[in-house]
């Protein structure tokens, strides 16, 4: 690897630290506990042989070592070599860090100053001018085939930045700034909701980084629930963020005493965590729409596993919600396997509410 084609993993060390650069200048880049290996990480959820980083001479490759808590790439748990592209997010665990290529990022910060400028403003215009619109779909009780619920989609709302929350957030993350974007986005969600004079719980999604952050996060859920009591909230956790078992059950622990509840978002997606379910109990888990997608026709191990996923669930009294439902026949697969909860284009598209 020459110096022009130098990479770096960027992200904190901890979760309360400056964005470090760690060059990759060896391989294999061992990552875990151990003080010997290229990267030491002291983190709870860290095993101590965790993951390694390879260069073949043309291309970046990520691998898992069998670790306890997993290894992700953009969000997708890794069970076989990956490759690594510029930007790309890798998660140890619920520590994450961003793929970088050297020269990549000189060359966008050269040719890039003034951009970067420009999409600065806006971002900061938006996050101080609270420009975020929401969108409301529609959860079905199967069995009472009646509304049970909503799911907040937020986006933005300017005609200079992506409307697409994930575009946002790949700006955000760059200035340093997805907690304020996750932020926002969840205090607009619920005004609208408040507004809209709905009585059903609304689901609202956090970011990943969110639950690294557990005091700021449980905070923010804290001064919501004081400025709209009326409204009842269900935080949404990505499986990719249900790692770190000791911030879970202290977020899991203090929603109960908010009166907030808790969903376990995209489940199947990766590898289902099904220790977690039994260790921090949520009120719901989200099959994902990924894993639901033409269930109906899936290969028969597939729709085993979602039927081990519904029983091992609904025989902790956690209600299930199917997402992605979009036929009448994935709708009668899950009608025989009495999931709980639907959620699709079948059953409503993501629109306003009322007033909201």
Not at 91 to 106: K, N, S
Request: aromatic letters at 6%; glycine letters at 6%.
């Amino acid at each position: 690897m020459t110096a022009q084609q130098q990479w770096f993993l960027e992200g904190r060390l901890r979760s309360d630290g400056e964005v470090v650069w760690i060059p990759l200048d060896h391989f294999p880049f061992r990552i875990g506990r151990q003080r010997s290996l290229s990267l030491a990480l002291k983190a709870k959820g860290i095993s101590r042989l965790h993951a390694e980083i390879n260069w073949d001479g043309s291309q970046l490759w990520l691998m898992d070592l069998d670790s306890t808590n997993g290894t992700f790439l953009n969000r997708q748990r890794v069970d076989d070599r990956c490759a690594l592209a510029h930007g790309d997010q890798v998660q140890f665990a619920d520590l994450a860090f961003a793929v970088v290529d050297g020269a990549e990022r000189a060359a966008e910060t050269t040719a890039g100053d003034s951009t970067d400028e420009d999409e600065t403003e806006p971002l900061q215009q938006l996050l101080e001018q609270q420009q975020i619109s929401v969108l409301f779909q529609p959860l079905i009780d199967r069995a009472e085939h009646t509304l049970f619920a909503f799911e907040a989609l937020a986006r933005g709302d300017r005609e200079d930045l992506p409307s697409s929350p994930v575009e946002l957030f790949e700006l955000a993350q760059a200035q340093g700034l997805e907690l304020e974007l996750a932020h926002l986005m969840r205090r607009v969600a619920v005004r609208a909701a408040a507004a809209s004079g709905q009585e059903v719980p609304i689901f609202l999604n956090i970011h990943p980084e969110e639950v690294q952050r557990p005091r700021r996060l449980l905070e923010d859920i804290a001064n919501l629930r004081t400025a709209f009591a009326q409204v009842q909230m269900v935080l949404e956790i990505h499986e990719a963020a249900v790692a770190n078992r000791e911030h879970l059950q202290d977020v899991g622990s203090r929603l109960k005493t908010l009166g907030v509840q808790l969903a376990y978002d995209d489940f199947g997606s990766g590898q289902a965590r099904l220790t977690a379910l039994a260790e921090v109990p949520p009120d719901y888990v989200k099959l994902s729409a990924s894993l639901m997608r033409d269930i109906d026709t899936s290969p028969p191990a597939h729709q085993q596993t979602v039927r081990m996923l519904v029983s091992y669930a609904q025989g902790m009294d956690i209600k299930v919600v199917a997402e992605g439902i979009s036929s009448d026949a994935e709708a009668r697969f899950c009608d025989a396997l009495k999931i709980d909860l639907l959620q699709g284009f079948r059953y409503g598209e993501p629109e306003r509410l009322g007033n909201g």
